[in-house]
């Protein structure tokens, strides 16, 4: 056979595959074609694309797909605003859905006025850099270290660092997304509904008079507020815990002997408000190092 001869066989042998080939694919396509509801790419250019998560969805692409089947509603989403919401709710013809809105706590309020430090901290300023250097040479092996971690996680922008070196919460900013939740090297921050207003805000589960000696706001496990509110709070490890689910609505008196002032209402108006008991916290200045790493 000659070489011109064998050229066309193998020109022929490649066109023929690339027929048979092309007519598979066309028969897959039309036998599996999965159909996707154009309304989906509708509501995801709706949606803000931060892929959060705050909605308990992998991003807002699944999340538009939920909204668009009906098992989510729009009123999930925790960043856009409520007019943006009822957009989506009015394009899909549902209801948008009434969530209370979730905000991040902390369980420490031992800034650097209150707790003490042990050493003076010299390394990378992260918190779980210090976490993993002897605690960052906090005296208290459960509170805040202050680097700021979750405020650089946030973002938007619902984290700001006061003063004395602890996170506060924007209750208007904060999405509920998580990210603060899972940098915290010691656990500290939690999400809950707005309406959870009695709040411990401290995590120490030690008990005597040297966890005491660390910070001035500690709980120290003295039973007044599970006294005053029985049933609502109880003494779990030496720390007071809130069982939401009873009315903590009615209990506001579980914060008025708290000596501390650990356990504190947490009033949309006048803010963290503490009991008539707690003792005031005057000093502004960050307490003297006990000594240096």
Same mark, same amino acid.
């Given at each position: 056979?000659?070489?011109?001869?064998?050229?066309?066989?193998?020109?022929?042998?490649?066109?023929?595959?690339?027929?048979?080939?092309?007519?598979?694919?066309?028969?897959?396509?039309?036998?599996?074609?999965?159909?996707?509801?154009?309304?989906?790419?509708?509501?995801?250019?709706?949606?803000?694309?931060?892929?959060?998560?705050?909605?308990?969805?992998?991003?807002?692409?699944?999340?538009?797909?939920?909204?668009?089947?009906?098992?989510?509603?729009?009123?999930?989403?925790?960043?856009?605003?409520?007019?943006?919401?009822?957009?989506?709710?009015?394009?899909?013809?549902?209801?948008?859905?009434?969530?209370?809105?979730?905000? *991040?706590?902390? &369980?420490? !309020?031992?800034? $650097? /006025?209150? #707790?003490?430090?042990?050493?003076?901290?010299?390394? %990378? @300023?992260?918190?779980?850099?210090?976490?993993?250097?002897?605690?960052?040479?906090?005296?208290?092996?459960?509170?805040?270290?202050?680097?700021?971690?979750?405020?650089?996680?946030?973002?938007?922008?619902?984290?700001?660092?006061?003063?004395?070196?602890?996170?506060?919460?924007?209750?208007?900013?904060?999405?509920?997304?998580?990210?603060?939740?899972?940098?915290?090297?010691?656990?500290?921050?939690?999400?809950h509904p707005i309406s959870h207003r009695?709040?411990?805000?401290?995590?120490?589960?030690?008990?005597?008079?040297?966890?005491?000696?660390?910070?001035?706001?500690?709980?120290?496990?003295?039973?007044?507020?599970?006294?005053? *509110?029985?049933? &609502?709070? !109880?003494?779990? $490890? /030496?720390? #007071?815990?809130?069982?939401?689910?009873?009315?903590? %609505? @009615?209990?506001?008196?579980?914060?008025?002997?708290?000596?501390?002032?650990?356990?504190?209402?947490?009033?949309?108006?006048?803010?963290?408000?503490?009991?008539?008991?707690?003792?005031?916290?005057?000093?502004?200045?960050?307490?003297?190092?006990?000594?240096?790493?």
């Open positions: 056979m000659t070489a011109l001869a064998n050229i066309a066989v193998a020109g022929s042998f490649m066109t023929g595959l690339g027929v048979l080939l092309a007519g598979l694919l066309a028969l897959a396509n039309k036998y599996f074609f999965v159909f996707e509801d154009p309304r989906i790419n509708a509501v995801e250019d709706m949606l803000p694309r931060n892929n959060c998560g705050a909605c308990g969805t992998a991003g807002c692409r699944a999340f538009a797909e939920a909204v668009v089947q009906g098992s989510l509603d729009p009123g999930l989403c925790t960043v856009c605003s409520a007019d943006e919401r009822q957009v989506i709710a009015d394009f899909l013809g549902v209801a948008v859905g009434e969530h209370e809105q979730r905000v *991040a706590r902390l &369980a420490c !309020a031992g800034g $650097n /006025h209150v #707790a003490r430090m042990r050493a003076h901290y010299d390394g %990378l @300023a992260t918190c779980r850099a210090a976490h993993l250097v002897a605690g960052g040479g906090k005296g208290c092996a459960w509170g805040c270290l202050g680097f700021g971690d979750c405020e650089t996680v946030c973002d938007f922008a619902a984290i700001r660092m006061d003063n004395h070196g602890l996170p506060n919460v924007v209750d208007d900013l904060c999405t509920a997304c998580g990210d603060c939740v899972d940098v915290c090297p010691r656990q500290l921050f939690s999400l009695l709040w411990v805000a401290c995590n120490n589960q030690g008990f005597g008079a040297e966890e005491e000696a660390q910070c001035d706001v500690i709980c120290n496990a003295c039973s007044r507020c599970a006294m005053d *509110a029985p049933g &609502a709070v !109880a003494i779990v $490890n /030496h720390l #007071a815990v809130v069982d939401y689910t009873k009315n903590t %609505l @009615a209990v506001h008196t579980a914060i008025e002997r708290c000596p501390t002032g650990a356990i504190v209402w947490l009033d949309r108006e006048q803010g963290v408000v503490k009991g008539r008991e707690a003792r005031k916290v005057i000093r502004h200045e960050p307490l003297a190092t006990g000594g240096r790493a």
